[in-house]
């Protein structure tokens, strides 16, 4: 029966007027249609429907609560899986990433993204064939301390917008942050300082007997005679991204991207450099320890490194079934990334079959010396016409020098009358012997 059927006949029964018609509580419900146990049922439902209203409202009150919480304890705005897993590893409070969604909705939350950088795909090496090889070829998940990827880094501090630079060392497999170095310079010492640090944390879990890749970009300092001594001396094999191909360092990439939409506003607002870098160094602690990642079974770094290594999850159930009811997670874990590694690497056999045959067809020892020479032509022509054109400029500006020195003769044979007259600019005009300043229009 229709709801509001019942509703009219409820109001006629609470504003208490059936006796001034003679009317009992049944006959009323008998000229609506309606009968006493549909009615009684109803009034149930509703005050059912009252109370699961009240306490989903306290319940929903009690997530914002939490959610600010966790912006507050992360400093910035996280996605919804981040706050499904800091719902559950912080509250034991369980929650569905699509309920995370409109709770998100409904506070105006939106979650810092990254932006594109201006710098990226731009190569630092002089020439296509002095490219130094890429080993690792983007096969980033081959184990725990096996890739480790680096890069460097910008941020901006203070009200002048001064430039301070990161560098740091990540662990491709478990995506912990191995060491990190902050500093107002891009010297080779910044490298050279993250990696000291790196060593000296984690140069035990390091194990240089078996292959363990050193990977980043084309970068002087990474390309320096000193850094490869230094990987070399410790059995570091170095592997290096193809010319301006992002994709060849993406988790590095992605991690950097992620760190500016969360930090960059922040570290804007330090005063000097020492601050913007306690900042960071602060995030980056925080971002191995404390941040749960989705990617990772809802662990942080340091965690999911301590469980792919030991097997012992720091978790005694997820999201109230008992971990010892599901598959061991190293098995679902690896069997993934052996399914990703191999379909990675079937594409990429295709992509570098595909692009060996085609440089076979061009690139031959002979047509690249000829396109270096004709690069270098066009070099030679660009710098020829520049000269040129400085020449032609300065024989234009002796010119109106010698134009200067006729003006200044005739300034010094003029009359009072004349001089009174050119102390305003507009008389100038009318003297021919002064018509070099409408040459210099182009210096201002």
Same mark, same amino acid.
């Given at each position: 029966?229709?709801?509001?059927?019942?509703?009219?006949?409820?109001?006629?029964?609470?504003?208490?007027?059936?006796?001034?018609?003679?009317?009992?509580?049944?006959?009323?419900?008998?000229?609506?249609?309606?009968?006493?146990?549909?009615?009684?049922?109803?009034?149930?439902?509703?005050?059912?429907?009252?109370?699961?209203?009240?306490?989903?409202?306290?319940?929903?009150?009690?997530?914002?609560e939490r959610f600010r919480a966790i912006i507050k304890k992360l400093g910035f705005i996280p996605g919804k899986r981040t706050f499904r897993d800091f719902?559950?590893?912080?509250?034991?409070?369980?929650?569905?990433?699509?309920?995370?969604?409109?709770?998100?909705?409904?506070?105006?939350?939106?979650?810092?993204?990254?932006?594109?950088?201006?710098?990226?795909?731009?190569?630092?090496?002089?020439?296509?064939?002095?490219?130094?090889?890429? *080993?690792?070829?983007?096969?980033?998940?081959?184990?725990?301390?096996?890739?480790?990827?680096?890069?460097?880094?910008?941020?901006?501090?203070?009200?002048?917008?001064?430039?301070?630079?990161?560098?740091?060392?990540?662990?491709?497999?478990?995506?912990?942050?191995?060491?990190?170095?902050?500093?107002? !310079?891009?010297? $080779?010492?910044?490298?050279? *300082?993250?990696?000291?640090?790196?060593?000296?944390?984690?140069?035990?879990?390091?194990?240089?007997?078996?292959?363990?890749?050193?990977?980043?970009?084309?970068?002087? %300092?990474?390309? !320096?005679?000193?850094?490869?001594?230094?990987?070399?001396?410790?059995?570091?094999?170095?592997?290096?991204?193809?010319?301006?191909?992002?994709?060849?360092?993406?988790?590095?990439? !992605?991690?950097?991207?992620?760190?500016?939409?969360?930090?960059?506003?922040?570290?804007?607002?330090?005063?000097?450099?020492?601050?913007?870098?306690?900042?960071?160094?602060?995030?980056?602690?925080?971002?191995?320890?404390?941040?749960?990642?989705?990617?990772?079974?809802?662990?942080?770094?340091?965690?999911?490194?301590?469980?792919?290594? $030991?097997?012992?999850?720091?978790?005694?159930?997820?999201?109230?079934?008992?971990?010892?009811?599901?598959?061991?997670?190293?098995?679902?874990?690896?069997?993934?990334?052996?399914?990703?590694?191999?379909?990675?690497?079937?594409?990429?056999?295709?992509?570098?079959?595909?692009?060996?045959?085609?440089?076979?067809?061009?690139?031959?020892?002979?047509l690249i010396i000829s396109r270096d020479k004709a690069r270098l032509s066009r070099e030679k022509n660009k710098w020829q016409k520049s000269r040129d054109?400085?020449?032609?400029?300065?024989?234009?500006?002796?010119?109106?020098?010698?134009?200067?020195?006729?003006?200044?003769?005739?300034?010094?044979?003029?009359? *009072?009358?004349?001089?009174?007259?050119?102390?305003?600019?507009?008389?100038? %005009?009318?003297?021919?012997?002064?018509?070099?300043?409408?040459?210099?229009?182009?210096l201002y």
């Open positions: 029966m229709n709801a509001d059927v019942f509703q009219l006949a409820d109001n006629v029964i609470r504003r208490q007027k059936l006796r001034a018609y003679g009317l009992s509580v049944e006959g009323c419900l008998k000229i609506f249609g309606v009968s006493r146990s549909g009615y009684y049922s109803w009034k149930q439902r509703m005050r059912d429907k009252a109370k699961k209203d009240e306490e989903n409202r306290k319940e929903l009150s009690q997530i914002m719902m559950f590893r912080d509250y034991n409070f369980k929650i569905s990433v699509k309920r995370c969604a409109k709770v998100m909705k409904m506070m105006n939350l939106i979650a810092n993204r990254p932006k594109k950088d201006a710098y990226k795909g731009q190569a630092t090496h002089d020439h296509r064939c002095a490219s130094p090889e890429n *080993k690792v070829q983007q096969n980033f998940y081959i184990g725990p301390r096996k890739v480790i990827l680096t890069d460097i880094t910008y941020l901006y501090y203070g009200k002048y917008r001064s430039t301070i630079y990161l560098c740091a060392f990540k662990d491709a497999f478990t995506k912990e942050i191995l060491g990190a170095a902050v500093s107002t !310079s891009m010297a $080779t010492e910044l490298v050279k *300082k993250a990696y000291d640090r790196m060593m000296d944390k984690h140069g035990k879990e390091i194990n240089r007997n078996t292959d363990c890749y050193i990977h980043s970009d084309q970068g002087s %300092q990474y390309l !320096s005679t000193s850094f490869k001594e230094i990987l070399s001396d410790d059995k570091f094999i170095q592997s290096v991204s193809r010319r301006g191909n992002s994709q060849d360092n993406a988790p590095m990439e !992605s991690f950097f991207g992620q760190m500016k939409c969360r930090i960059l506003d922040l570290v804007a607002l330090c005063p000097t450099s020492e601050v913007a870098a306690r900042l960071i160094e602060g995030y980056l602690d925080d971002y191995n320890n404390k941040i749960y990642q989705y990617s990772l079974a809802g662990l942080t770094p340091a965690e999911y490194y301590t469980y792919v290594t $030991t097997g012992i999850y720091p978790c005694d159930s997820y999201y109230g079934v008992k971990a010892d009811e599901l598959l061991p997670i190293g098995e679902l874990v690896n069997a993934r990334l052996e399914a990703a590694r191999e379909k990675a690497a079937k594409v990429r056999e295709q992509t570098r079959a595909k692009r060996e045959a085609a440089e076979q067809l061009v690139s031959t020892p002979t054109a400085a020449d032609k400029q300065i024989s234009h500006i002796d010119g109106i020098i010698e134009k200067t020195r006729e003006a200044l003769k005739f300034i010094v044979t003029s009359s *009072k009358e004349v001089l009174d007259e050119l102390k305003y600019p507009q008389n100038w %005009q009318k003297y021919k012997e002064l018509d070099y300043i409408f040459e210099m229009r182009q």
